[in-house]
């Protein structure tokens, strides 16, 4: 049993060596091409997420929107039939609407407010890289260069922030990085403090954004 064990553990130590003469000779071998194949490797992801998101795109019936130049300066915007990406077209209104300059959008509660905010903004982003969106054909999208959507906040404990010191930074971050090619979304501005602030605040910032 010992002279069978001994043998086994020779066995083991002269494989693992000539595995690992295999695997050098291998990567001596492949090490002019790994230039090449990490290109190849970068594409060949890239093309199979395209397949992937073309086959999504027309199983869902989405489509591809016009999208401006890259030398104009149009910023409008004209939606047709935009409907919230993670709903089926079967299962959504979709909404038309021409887009131009700074809006304010009011209307009730459970109306639908951040669903269109949402939707049309990844529609607008979608189509900026060049992919189908929800969308129906005859939509005129510009090119942006940046794109801010702030949603509710609430209380982070682990960070010590409280909901309005969190709304309160991402109003730093978008007045530090937007500019006027940026498509800006704001939705619910100002719900960590009173009524009578957050108003003050969502107007200020309103101002700021029109000059």
Same mark, same amino acid.
């Given at each position: 049993? $010992?002279?069978?064990?001994? =043998?086994?553990?020779?066995?083991?130590?002269?494989?693992?060596?000539?595995?690992?003469?295999?695997?050098?000779?291998? /990567? !001596?071998?492949?090490?002019? %091409?790994?230039?090449?194949?990490?290109?190849? !490797?970068? &594409?060949?992801?890239?093309?199979?997420?395209?397949? !992937?998101?073309?086959?999504?795109?027309?199983?869902?019936?989405?489509?591809?929107? %016009?999208?401006?130049?890259?030398?104009?300066?149009? $910023?409008?915007?004209?939606?047709? =039939? /935009?409907?919230?990406? &993670?709903?089926?077209?079967?299962?959504?209104?979709? +909404?038309?609407?021409?887009?131009?300059?700074? &809006?304010?959008?009011?209307?009730? +509660?459970?109306?639908?407010?951040?669903?269109?905010?949402?939707?049309?903004?990844?529609?607008?982003?979608?189509? +900026?890289?060049?992919?189908? #969106?929800?969308?129906?054909? =005859?939509?005129?999208?510009?090119?942006?260069?940046?794109?801010?959507?702030?949603?509710?906040?609430?209380?982070?404990?682990?960070?010590?922030?409280?909901?309005? #010191?969190?709304?309160?930074?991402?109003?730093?971050?978008?007045?530090?990085? %937007?500019?006027?090619?940026?498509?800006?979304?704001?939705?619910?501005?100002?719900?960590?403090?009173?009524?009578?602030?957050?108003?003050?605040?969502?107007?200020?910032?309103?101002? &700021?954004?029109?000059?």
């Amino acid at each position: 049993v $010992r002279e069978a064990r001994l =043998g086994y553990l020779r066995a083991c130590a002269e494989m693992e060596a000539a595995v690992r003469r295999e695997m050098q000779a291998l /990567c !001596a071998e492949l090490e002019p %091409c790994l230039p090449a194949l990490s290109v190849a !490797a970068h &594409w060949s992801l890239i093309f199979s997420s395209l397949s !992937a998101h073309v086959g999504c795109a027309m199983m869902k019936r989405w489509s591809l929107p %016009c999208l401006q130049g890259v030398d104009s300066d149009d $910023r409008r915007m004209s939606v047709v =039939g /935009c409907w919230p990406y &993670w709903l089926p077209r079967s299962s959504a209104a979709p +909404n038309s609407f021409d887009w131009s300059g700074l &809006w304010l959008l009011t209307a009730p +509660n459970m109306a639908g407010k951040s669903s269109l905010l949402r939707g049309t903004l990844a529609a607008a982003l979608l189509a +900026n890289v060049g992919l189908f #969106a929800p969308l129906e054909e =005859g939509s005129i999208i510009p090119r942006f260069d940046a794109f801010f959507l702030r949603t509710a906040s609430f209380d982070i404990p682990s960070e010590g922030k409280s909901a309005f #010191a969190q709304e309160m930074d991402d109003v730093a971050i978008l007045a530090s990085e %937007c500019g006027p090619r940026s498509l800006i979304m704001l939705d619910e501005l100002g719900r960590g403090t009173s009524a009578r602030e957050g108003s003050a605040l969502g107007v200020a910032l309103l101002e &700021w954004l029109g000059k």
